[in-house]
């Protein structure tokens, strides 16, 4: 694996504030001036390298910045207690920019109890939807909820209860989704960020 061309994605999915690993190593790619055929770097990689830049020169601002998605994850997490919420993504890992949102699985049958519980609260949210794969590599489309909470994005992705039990394929590691409760975010804060 090519550590430079790893390590210029990584700047520029920083310096950029991007959220796809993908254009951030097209965008190296060229940056380098790599041959054609040259392999991109995998998305673990990607990760580890934004973590590392972000610990060297994200400074302050990276770290409150992931505090406040994992502590706006806590009190989302909170409010949506009867629909067992797990954080996934970017506020677990702290592989984040400025543009990232929290990520959250919620799980209910039928699907529509979240808008409901949210429209009962006057919470204002978009629908919209998302695609994960399974174990078995079926496209699951997955119905999306969007909503803001003190100036952090969330997105709630909420499954069918069975969902639970069986996380979703990670595109970054082709393994089942990281998922952590409410318990969990909470040991986050209180340790060292990222």
Not at 50 to 62: A, C, K, S, V
């Amino acid at each position: 694996m090519d550590t430079e061309l790893v390590d210029t994605a990584a700047r520029i999915y920083c310096e950029h504030q991007l959220t796809d690993y993908r254009l951030a190593k097209l965008r190296a790619f060229e940056a380098l001036g790599c041959r054609p055929g040259t392999p991109l770097p995998d998305n673990a990689a990607i990760q580890a390298a934004i973590i590392d830049y972000q610990r060297l020169f994200g400074g302050e601002p990276y770290r409150q910045h992931l505090q406040a998605m994992r502590r706006t994850a806590v009190e989302a997490m909170k409010l949506l207690t009867d629909f067992s919420p797990r954080l996934v993504g970017g506020a677990v890992s702290g592989a984040v920019t400025p543009q990232h949102r929290v990520q959250l699985h919620a799980f209910a049958d039928p699907q529509e109890l979240v808008d409901l519980f949210l429209f009962d609260r006057g919470i204002p949210f978009v629908d919209g939807g998302r695609r994960y794969r399974d174990r078995n590599g079926r496209v699951l489309d997955i119905p999306l909820v969007q909503l803001e909470a003190d100036q952090v994005g969330v997105d709630i992705a909420v499954f069918p209860l069975d969902g639970l039990r069986q996380a979703p394929i990670s595109p970054l590691d082709n393994r089942p989704f990281r998922r952590l409760t409410r318990e969990q975010v909470e040991a986050l804060l209180s340790g060292p960020p990222a």
